[in-house]
């Protein structure tokens, strides 16, 4: 089984700062990584995945996050926020091993408050 | 491409009657989807896995004869809220996993917000 811990449920931020979005999983398998962004009364959208390969991995609208295996963390960073980056941010991961659901697994949330 | 729809977005239902949502995905066709339910500050909980023309798997909890589910063709999965009460009243997301791609691939619904009064 896995789990997923967002170590913040709230991050305030002041536009044009730099934000770190926490996550760190447990699994006893090889694992996908995902982040997705929720706008108020929307539904998920991916921001960014980790498959294979490099380990920094980075979306078009400027966030990027670690898959850091040692220490089970998926911290989703960006060095410039945008009052339009108010949102709920969600982590989640899946199991890659064979015969694996590949259903994700979602932590709680941050919601990323960015203030003028 | 790879957009799914919820219909309705919104809907406000009494105590007792039923409540459909269907999710469809628009342009490609999805062999499994996916029923959540988020309650307000919450992670998604996933309910139920869908997969065309068979009966759909229920998560530990869920009741299947209250949220009765139906995966009638490749892009269109219906989740009926049964006898609905206010306990029921959440937001419902579904997501599509799109036929010939990698299992992880998922994509979500905007949502419906499910009200009982």
């Known amino acids: 089984a896995q789990s997923v811990t967002q170590l913040d449920s709230q991050v305030p931020v002041f536009e044009e700062a730099p934000v770190e979005l926490r996550c760190n999983y447990s699994?006893?398998?090889?694992?996908?990584l995902f982040w997705y962004v929720q706008y108020p009364n929307q539904g998920l959208q991916l921001l960014l995945k980790y498959l294979s390969g490099s380990t920094l991995v980075k979306s078009i609208n400027g966030f990027e996050a670690e898959f850091n295996k040692s220490q089970t963390s998926f911290h989703l960073r960006k060095p410039s926020v945008h009052i339009s980056d108010t949102a709920e941010y969600f982590c989640?991961?899946?199991?890659?091993?064979?015969?694996?659901?590949?259903?994700?697994?979602f932590g709680r949330g941050t919601s990323l408050i960015v203030h003028p | 491409g790879a957009v799914v729809s919820q219909h309705p977005s919104r809907v406000i239902c009494k105590s007792g009657t039923s409540v459909k949502i269907e999710c469809r995905s628009l342009d490609f066709q999805a062999t499994t989807m996916f029923w959540y339910r988020q309650f307000p500050k919450q992670s998604l909980m996933l309910m139920a896995t869908?997969?065309?023309?068979?009966?759909?798997?229920?998560e530990q909890g869920v009741e299947k004869d209250k949220f009765l589910i139906n995966h009638a063709s490749l892009t269109l999965s219906t989740l009926t809220v049964t006898s609905a009460h206010p306990e029921d009243s959440s937001f419902y997301i579904c997501?599509?996993?799109?036929?010939?791609?990698?299992?992880?691939?998922?994509?979500f619904g905007p949502g419906t917000r499910l009200t009982v009064t």
């Open positions: 989640a991961v899946s199991d890659r091993a064979s015969g694996g659901s590949y259903i994700p697994t």
């Open positions: 869908s997969n065309e023309g068979s009966k759909a798997t229920y």
């Open positions: 997501s599509a996993h799109p036929l010939g791609q990698g299992a992880y691939e998922q994509y």
């Open positions: 699994s006893s398998v090889s694992v996908y």
